[in-house]
């Protein structure tokens, strides 16, 4: 069982930043970690993911403007999100992805209010 506890957000105006954490019960070193966003009314989608060896990938949508990096000694992800767009709002979720099990693990969520 890995427990996440996402924080950071809150409200933005648009064209500003925002840094999203998220700290993990236990080592992540061998996790994806990912960060997804649900608005209101909508399936909740990928917004960045980092693999164990540290690649990475990114939703079209925010490509350029977010980053996701990882401090495995920290057992923490962190989701940059720079150039904050009102379409960015969401709860956006940490994900710990375990592949050998085939588990995922959730954070509680944090919202992300972006004003025009």
């Known amino acids: 069982q890995v427990r996440l506890v996402e924080s950071g957000g809150g409200l933005a105006q648009a064209g500003g930043s925002l840094r999203l954490s998220c700290a993990a019960s236990?080592?992540?070193?061998?996790?994806?970690m990912g960060w997804y966003r649900q608005a209101p009314g909508q399936q909740r989608d990928l917004v960045a993911r980092?693999?164990?060896?540290?690649?990475?990938n990114y939703a079209d949508s925010v490509k350029g403007r977010f980053t996701i990096s990882r401090d495995n000694a920290k057992n923490t992800v962190y989701l940059q999100m720079n150039s904050l767009k009102p379409e960015d709002t969401a709860v956006y979720y940490c994900?710990?992805?375990?592949?050998?099990?085939?588990?995922?693990?959730w954070g509680q969520g944090t919202q992300v209010t972006v004003s025009s």
């Open positions: 994900n710990a992805h375990d592949g050998i099990w085939s588990i995922d693990y």
């Open positions: 236990k080592n992540i070193f061998s996790l994806t």
């Open positions: 980092v693999i164990s060896g540290g690649s990475t």
